[in-house]
């Protein structure tokens, strides 16, 4: 064994097993997660932690070995990460976010919200206007690919059949098909909010002259209550999930503009947070969406049962979401 | 006090003006490190090599299956491959930041992690968001390049060049590198890297203790500095290097080399008696900080 001639050296010498063991047991959580270690390894950690920690204390006062100090800093930061880290099981961070973060985040967006729907509606009013004028405005608001058809040429019996007629076979597909497009576009109408809202609300005027345009080819036919049924029984849930995107993006957009009392940093960070749980929510409901429209359109055929489960989603998101409760434990 | 200055000047030498602050509980600065942006660029390019490697793959399976079987089963393959290509979008990089290494592959294999940035626990919802931006940052300029704005005007692709622009160099036009992501996350990428304690460079105080008598003048003729500048010559280990900074230091304190002594072993030995002084009187509360300090 070498004889160490500095302080310093013994003083690393002394503690450098304890270091190694830090590090051993840090890289283990960091690859396979903190459940590989057993209890008595896991409480060793923050004991380790805080040696470390005092060992840095000491190197930076006593020590000029450069490698040494660069080494407990970064095993430290490591440790810190960790030991002051979040350490909630899956299932505990689902169930906080079903029973308090997403409604709770949602509710904190009714302003948003209400004016996405709004936006919504009077794009489909305007559409509907311009559309029931002169019929060519329909191709401005549809595209082809998904008027598939369905334009002021069709006939009564052709726009009937679209209402009624299920595609023969590949509804799963459809409706997986459905989900993952539709939460796309909601992803990207959230970050879109970025640039201070403009695209976000313009999305959302856009999406209520689809629906303002589709109503428009329809109603002339006498078949506008038929397509009611047929676009909201997913319609309510897929329409509230966009406009929570959309008011999502839109309180970012807002934050970067008018960051009020907190630093604009503050006021983005913040916002962002709280839109990303409603986004995560929005994924979530837009996959029950897709399941209505993949699934359950196809399958249901009465107009009373689809405006029925329209309904009952509608009010069920909104019971959800804005139906005064009282906080668990009193904390926010 | 004056440790936290000499701590500050010491990591300011070599990656100046990406130190930052974050003080534990326990009241200790642990002076992270921010990814600067070639890593970040880096970590990315290999986390979506990782991706489409992986949907390249699954694609190719699933078509193989595809030709295999018939019917229902071939519906389930499309589902399959919808739900693959959206997961691996979308879900990827937020299911590694979440993990306790707060870090994808591609972040872990360069050494860097997401962190908040106000030194609290990263949250879901924080990875969540700052992924989520990736949807401006990343699909959309690349969905632009895909279409090149076709059957658009020239002003139109003028402007969507600009806007994709502002998003992608975003992480080059502030001082903390964050991108869009992070700015609405409240989170910075971080250098965490795991490493090994090398070997202290400071001898045993049998080995070439008789050989190297260094003179108590000798040794004052440098500070902090040139002694960590000296620490780096030796584990770089360069002998070119070596053997020119052996030189000057002999030069600069009047040492004859004697008839078999090597560069390498003098430079170990007056490393380690400074290292002595220096730590000698930073007991005393003197940091000679380089060799013009007196």
Redesign the interface.
Known sequence: MAVPTLQSQRFRQEREADWAMLDTRLRRIERDGAAVLDDQQLLSIPVLYRAALSSLSVARATSLDHELIDYLESLCARAYFFVYGTRSTFFQRAGRFFVRDWPRAARALWRETALAGLLMALGALVAYALVRQDPDWFYAFIPSQIGDGRDPSATTEFLRSTLYEAKPQGLPFFATFLFTHNAQIALVAFALGFAFCIPSAFLMIYNGCMVGAMFALFVPHGLGFQLGGWLFIHGTTELFAAGLAGAAGMRIGWAVAFPGDKSRMDAVGEAGRDGATVMFGVVIMLFTAGLLEGLGRQMIRADGVRYFIALAMALAWAGYFYWPRRLANGRR | M???E??SA?GAGDKPGRVRR?V???G?D???VLGDAGERAAAFLLDAGIIVGCLVAATIVILIAALIFHGPTQ??L??LW??I??GL??AYFVAFEL?????TPGK?ALGL?V?S?D????????V???N?????EV??PLTFLVTKGRGVDAWIVLAGIVWCGVFALFPLFNRDRLR?GD????TWV?????????P????????G?GRFAFTSAQIDAYG?KE??VL??VI?RNSSAMIIEVAMRIRRKIGWAAGPSESDRDFLGAYY?AL??R??RR??FGHRRRDKFDT
């Open positions: 004056a440790a936290a000499a701590g010491a974050l534990t509980p326990e200790v642990l002076r992270l519906e389930l499309g589902i919808l739900l290509f959206f979008r979308n993990r306790a290494g707060a870090a872990r992690r962190a940035r030194g609290r626990p990263l949250t879901a919802d924080a969540f968001a700052r989520a931006m990736r949807e401006i699909y959309l869009v700015l609405v996350a409240g971080v250098r965490s890297p795991r490493r090994r304690l090398l202290d460079l400071a001898g045993d105080a049998a080995a203790g902090v002694l960590q620490e780096d584990r380690t290292r002595g220096l730590e930073l007991l």
